[in-house]
């Protein structure tokens, strides 16, 4: 069995209430519960739920049709709390009714660009490779090893030692960058190594432009404008 997870918590340092910032009409994770709730319908995942301390989260998760099972503990809500954490919480929730998951599919809900068709086949790659989890990524065309640095002081150090050798830009092999949008991660092995992602984790890659993981209220203007192309 299968657990989608949108992990929401109430506080935010960065936009004051964003999880339930409103964007086009709807609060922020809306858009993560609307696609998971779509993928759902083709029985890739079993459960979606959203864990959340906060009780107005809690109701507009229900309102747009999460199931919100428990409340979250406060202590699993702070600033310094991991996503690891609310996974293992709910997991082991469910567990307690008689009910256990395979794998925790976490929807982060602010990468509203996220579609159902992401999901599913985000799930499909994942059994696919047989591995212990998966990340989403985009590719990064203008970034890459090859013309990145570490700064020491004000000197650079190099990640590509071939980063002067003048290779032309089609020959240097594109980064795939995580963007925060799906996370599959296998109960059995988060619960070894309480971590979300394995050394090799497969990998789904997204368009760039679906890509947006809000932190700031640009990103907020940037989802907007998105939205208002569709």
């Not at 759902?40 to 989260?57: N, Q």
């Not at 059994?127 to 990064?140: F, G, H, M, P, Q």
């Not at 092995?189 to 309480?194: C, D, H, K, P, Q």
Request: glycine share 6%; charged share 25%.
């Amino acid at each position: 069995m299968r657990l989608g997870l949108i992990p929401a918590r109430g506080g935010s340092k960065g936009i004051p209430r964003k999880n339930i910032y409103p964007i086009n009409g709807k609060p922020l994770i809306a858009y993560s519960i609307e696609a998971a709730v779509e993928a759902k319908k083709s029985g890739c995942i079993d459960r979606v739920i959203v864990s959340t301390e906060d009780r107005e989260i809690a109701e507009l998760s229900l309102k747009y049709g999460a199931e919100v099972p428990f409340m979250r503990p406060d202590e699993l809500a702070s600033d310094q709390s991991k996503s690891v954490d609310c996974m293992i919480h709910a997991v082991q929730y469910y567990k307690s009714i008689g009910e256990e998951y395979d794998d925790v599919v976490l929807l982060q809900p602010t990468s509203p660009m996220r579609q159902a068709q992401d999901i599913t086949a985000a799930i499909e790659v994942y059994e696919n490779a047989k591995v212990d989890s998966l990340v989403s990524c985009y590719r990064e065309e203008s970034v890459s090893q090859y013309n990145s640095y570490h700064l020491s002081g004000m000197i650079g150090k190099a990640l590509d030692p071939e980063h002067n050798l003048g290779k032309r830009r089609q020959d240097i092999e594109p980064l795939y960058v995580r963007n925060g949008a799906i996370f599959i991660t296998n109960v059995r092995y988060m619960l070894r190594t309480r971590l979300v992602i394995c050394d090799t984790p497969a990998v789904y890659v997204m368009p760039k432009e679906r890509s947006v993981n809000i932190d700031t209220l640009f990103d907020m203007r940037q989802v907007e404008w998105l939205l208002g192309k569709e």
